[in-house]
């Protein structure tokens, strides 16, 4: 079946601009997360949705960064004015319950380059 | 806190040569998960193995096989016979559940050349 997908794959976007990148995840995943990827690091988990709830946030960088998933599917993540810091991949993933057996499927990431 | 370590950066290998990856974790949970994913060059990351805290078993899947070993908290991945599409970047990851993510190393850049 299809995986996690992510658009836009690349985003290049003025300092100052605001940018919503989206995350389909796997049709009937329950689970579904965000992280950040900065050059030559490892991902750094960001939130954390159950179905629509948000249930963890902690790992958002500033009250610039929002993310929603409204009917429990789709979700969207939103930086409002940009700062060059924001560069960095931003990796979707979903899985299909909630719980420590579960295993975290990818997406391959949107690219955002902050000018 | 968790914590995950990869202390190797980069390993270059030829082609068919076994390749080991090291991987260190701290947690102060006793029930957790450990995960390699791979990363090649399209940016995706995909899954390659997971392994509980429970089981100590050590396994051999195809072309890859793992070392888990609670008494030095070490989770290394080998690869037998490395090819050339196995260059990528391989992450280890720790999940304990208690805060709902995955805690990762800064990853090994592995290149196999022909």
């Known amino acids: 079946g299809a995986g996690v997908s992510q658009s836009p794959r690349y985003k290049v976007a003025k300092r100052g601009q605001d940018v919503a990148l989206r995350c389909d995840p796997i049709s009937g995943h329950v689970s579904l997360f965000w992280y950040q990827q900065a050059l030559g690091q490892g991902p750094e988990f960001l939130t954390y949705f159950q179905n629509e709830a948000q249930l963890d946030k902690s790992g958002l960088p500033s009250d610039r960064f929002f993310a929603e998933r409204p009917e429990g599917s789709v979700s969207t993540l939103k930086i409002q004015r940009t700062q060059q810091e924001d560069s960095a991949v931003y990796l979707c993933?979903?899985?299909?319950?909630?719980?420590?057996?579960?295993?975290?499927?990818f997406g391959p990431g949107t690219r955002l380059l902050v000018l | 806190a968790q914590k995950v370590t990869q202390a190797q950066t980069e390993i270059s290998v030829v082609e068919k040569e076994d390749v080991t990856l090291d991987c260190v974790y701290e947690t102060r949970d006793t029930t957790y998960y450990l995960f390699w994913y791979k990363q090649p060059p399209s940016g995706e990351l995909v899954f390659l193995i997971r392994?509980?805290?429970?089981?100590?078993q050590n396994e051999i899947s195809g072309r890859y096989s793992w070392n888990f070993q609670k008494s030095t908290s070490s989770f290394n991945f080998t690869i037998t016979a490395s090819q050339v599409v196995d260059s990528a970047v391989y992450f280890c990851?720790?999940?304990?559940?208690?805060?709902?993510?995955?805690?990762f190393g800064k990853g090994i850049t592995l290149s196999v050349r022909p």
């Open positions: 993933a979903s899985s299909l319950l909630t719980g420590l057996r579960e295993t975290q499927y």
């Open positions: 392994r509980n805290s429970f089981d100590e």
């Open positions: 990851a720790l999940y304990t559940g208690a805060n709902s993510k995955l805690t």
